[in-house]
């Protein structure tokens, strides 16, 4: 498994929740909410391809 990120878009995910008042240096609240948003994405991209299929097997 390639788990690799290109360093432009690593960059931009590392100031996107960036911290200097964190302890860990990151916004904890701030990379949960990026999470959830970008799985909420990927829910929403399986539903329709499910109901794709669904409309292509009928």
């Given at each position: ?24 240096g990151i916004d904890a609240k701030k990379t949960h909410v990026i999470i959830i948003h970008m799985l ?19």
């Amino acid at each position: 498994m390639d788990l690799s990120i290109p360093k432009k878009e690593l960059e931009e995910i590392e100031s996107a929740i960036q911290s200097d008042e964190s302890v860990v240096g990151i916004d904890a609240k701030k990379t949960h909410v990026i999470i959830i948003h970008m799985l909420h994405q990927i829910q929403q991209k399986l539903d329709d391809l499910e109901s794709r299929i669904e409309k292509l097997e009928k």
